[in-house]
């Protein structure tokens, strides 16, 4: 079997482009690391082994954070149960930010303001989905935690294509589990919307992004004493035609896989209806079948000559 038969599908996790980011790390090295998002927890325990090694703090916030963090959370890692931004407001504030939380411009916004605060030059912060589908997009976990004049009209059983400012029968999905913004594009929608109304709000940031795995922004002062160094790192890769060329090709690919997974639940369905069909008629001709049989029985019994 091949080493790598069993590796998740990282299909948009900030997993991907780990090593990138903690080599961020180690340019910035920050000693305490704020995470908003966990998801599944891979790519957070790859930062904590990162905070152990370096004597740094992680802090990941998350509703629900996953099983197997709350099995090796300790003096590196700790869990903060409860939805961001408001969870950021009693949390001592880190040096490096990374999030990939709710993805809405009211969420990502005030992320924003309570990681940089009044704090100059500021941290650094890597933010997840400042490409499509988000970038111009809200999406709402929790849609009743946004204000209603901050909230998009959305709803949840919809999906989204590249190139189709609607919403769509087939493409990406929540599948309920979270709800998408009905349009895309105008003022406050999207995660980078909301990095740009940000910068505009705070002079004197940087942002490098690659258009990549949903894209992925590194956010920073221009005069941190690190900034050049992170540049340089991050720099080469900003806005790569290439990346972004892959990107594109990987998103058509992973549409074709949707529309299959969603053409063959409707086939699944279709059957399913059938078979309940043919289900219903076989009842109905047993049931038929069985009076036919009793009423045969009650005229048999009916036409027998009576007993001497």
Same mark, same amino acid.
């Given at each position: 079997?091949?080493?790598?038969?069993?590796?998740?599908?990282?299909?948009?996790?900030?997993?991907?482009?780990?090593?990138?980011?903690?080599?961020?790390?180690?340019?910035?090295?920050?000693?305490?690391?704020?995470?908003?998002?966990?998801?599944?927890?891979?790519?957070?325990?790859?930062?904590?082994?990162?905070?152990?090694?370096?004597?740094? @703090?992680?802090?990941?916030?998350?509703?629900?954070?996953?099983?197997?963090?709350?099995?090796?959370?300790?003096?590196?890692?700790?869990?903060?149960?409860?939805?961001?931004?408001?969870?950021?407001?009693?949390?001592?504030? /880190?040096?490096?930010?990374?999030?990939?939380?709710?993805?809405?411009?009211? @969420?990502?916004?005030?992320?924003?303001?309570?990681?940089?605060?009044?704090?100059?030059? /500021?941290?650094?912060?890597?933010?997840?989905?400042?490409?499509?589908?988000?970038?111009?997009?809200?999406?709402?976990?929790?849609?009743?935690?946004?204000?209603?004049?901050?909230?998009?009209?959305?709803?949840?059983?919809?999906?989204?294509?590249?190139?189709?400012?609607?919403?769509?029968?087939?493409? =990406?999905?929540?599948?309920?589990?979270?709800?998408?913004?009905?349009?895309?594009?105008?003022?406050?929608? /999207?995660?980078? @919307?909301?990095?740009?109304?940000?910068?505009?709000?705070?002079?004197?940031?940087?942002?490098?992004?690659?258009?990549?795995?949903?894209?992925?922004?590194?956010? =920073?002062?221009?005069?941190?004493?690190?900034?050049?160094?992170?540049?340089?790192?991050?720099?080469?890769?900003?806005?790569?035609?290439?990346?972004?060329?892959?990107?594109?090709?990987?998103?058509?690919?992973?549409?074709?896989?949707?529309?299959?997974?969603?053409?063959?639940?409707?086939?699944?369905?279709?059957?399913?209806?059938?078979?309940?069909?043919?289900?219903?008629?076989?009842?109905?001709?047993?049931?038929?079948?069985?009076?036919?049989?009793?009423?045969?029985?009650?005229?048999?019994?009916?036409?027998?000559?009576?007993?001497?």
């Amino acid at each position: 079997m091949n080493e790598h038969d069993d590796a998740p599908l990282l299909i948009h996790s900030l997993e991907t482009v780990a090593d990138l980011i903690l080599r961020a790390f180690d340019i910035a090295a920050p000693a305490r690391i704020v995470e908003i998002g966990s998801e599944t927890g891979g790519f957070t325990l790859r930062m904590a082994d990162w905070a152990r090694e370096h004597g740094a @703090t992680l802090v990941s916030v998350d509703p629900d954070p996953a099983a197997r963090l709350r099995e090796v959370s300790g003096e590196h890692l700790e869990l903060v149960a409860a939805a961001s931004p408001w969870a950021l407001e009693g949390i001592e504030p /880190g040096d490096a930010y990374v999030v990939d939380g709710d993805h809405n411009h009211w @969420t990502v916004l005030r992320e924003l303001r309570a990681a940089f605060g009044d704090r100059r030059p /500021g941290p650094l912060v890597v933010l997840h989905d400042v490409a499509w589908p988000w970038n111009r997009r809200d999406a709402y976990y929790a849609p009743d935690r946004i204000p209603a004049d901050a909230r998009h009209e959305h709803a949840y059983w919809v999906a989204v294509r590249p190139g189709d400012e609607r919403t769509v029968e087939s493409g =990406f999905s929540g599948r309920g589990d979270w709800a998408i913004a009905l349009h895309e594009g105008g003022e406050r929608n /999207g995660v980078l @919307t909301a990095v740009e109304d940000f910068m505009t709000e705070r002079q004197g940031l940087r942002l490098l992004r690659l258009p990549a795995v949903f894209g992925v922004g590194f956010l =920073f002062a221009e005069d941190a004493p690190w900034a050049e160094a992170m540049t340089q790192h991050v720099g080469p890769l900003h806005e790569h035609p290439l990346l972004a060329a892959l990107e594109r090709n990987r998103l058509a690919l992973y549409m074709r896989v949707l529309e299959l997974q969603d053409e063959g639940e409707r086939r699944r369905r279709a059957v399913d209806r059938t078979i309940a069909e043919l289900n219903a008629q076989v009842a109905a001709l047993e049931s038929e079948n069985a009076a036919l049989r009793l009423a045969a029985a009650e005229a048999h019994d009916g036409g027998a000559p009576a007993a001497a």
